[in-house]
């Protein structure tokens, strides 16, 4: 029989916020952190530091995501006023926006193995849609920041922009979804008439093959996930469907 001191044990290099941190060079979080057993090893089977960084800047993270990740590997080593700054945002959207970015990274690595540059299956990745914006916005940045902290905190799970048509409800709806530092996604209901098949006009514009009220639940759940609903105000009754789906999905804004 194989004696116990003989048996070799396989240890799995496991990411969290501390070593992904690392990894991206940050400040206080000494690089020795990564260059010890088992990710010394688990970063050399997949060719190196630059390996790494390179598989994760193509990596399908939302836009927000992106940025952020860009602009640190850029500056290694800076302080988070120097990241904000690049960002044109505020320590706080930072930091937010930094904390999901770290969950995303982590998520990414440990699931390398399934399927290298793209996202676990279980994830159900669904592709970003907002909008190109095709003005700049003009004297609102404190309405945008005031937004986007409002959405940031946990109990705040649902935000109305209300006013006139034509006064930039959706450009400003957009900007608050860049800034959040979750998947964003627009739908556009100018065309919806019929209340009933709000669930299905959702799911098609998140790109769903599935148009049922199950699947676009499944979708959704366990996701931090934005989903700007614009011209909703002609199909009013379907309010309580929207509410039943921030019920079953407990991460999900509207």
């Known amino acids: 029989m194989e004696s116990l001191t003989k048996r070799r044990v396989s240890i799995t290099a496991v990411w969290d916020d501390e070593h992904v941190k690392a990894l991206l060079h940050f400040p206080r979080f000494p ?34 995501h ?5 602009v640190v590997l850029s500056n290694p080593e800076s302080v988070a006023d120097v990241y904000a700054d690049r ?12 904390r999901e970015l ?17 996202p676990p299956e279980t ?23 005031t937004l986007t902290r ?8 649902l ?12 450009r400003l709806s957009i900007e608050i979804a860049s800034r959040l530092g979750r998947e964003a ?32 639940k499944a979708a959704l759940r366990n996701r931090e996930f934005l989903l700007i609903l614009d011209n909703f105000e002609q199909i009013l009754p379907a309010g309580a469907y929207i509410a039943d789906l921030l019920a079953a999905s407990s991460q999900l804004k509207v």
């Open 31 to 64: 690089l020795r952190l990564i260059q010890q057993e088992p990710w010394h090893a688990w970063i050399g089977r997949r060719g190196g530091l630059k390996s790494v960084h390179a598989y994760l800047q193509s990596y399908p993270f939302p836009p927000t």
């Open 66 to 70: 992106r940025r952020i990740l860009d």
């Open 87 to 98: 960002l044109n945002i505020s320590r706080a959207t930072y930091f937010y926006q930094l």
């Open 102 to 118: 770290i969950h995303g990274i982590a998520q990414a690595l440990n699931h390398w193995d399934l399927q290298p540059g793209a």
């Open 123 to 145: 994830s159900s990745y669904l592709q970003p849609n907002l909008p190109a914006p095709l003005t700049s916005l003009v004297g609102v940045e404190n309405t945008v920041q």
């Open 150 to 157: 409002l959405l940031s905190h946990a109990d705040v799970r």
């Open 159 to 170: 935000l109305t922009l209300l006013g006139p048509g034509g006064i930039g409800k959706t």
């Open 185 to 216: 996604y627009f739908v556009d209901l100018s065309a919806l008439r019929d209340p009933s098949r709000v669930a299905a006009v959702i799911a098609q514009n998140l790109g769903i093959k599935d148009k049922t009220d199950s699947a676009l």
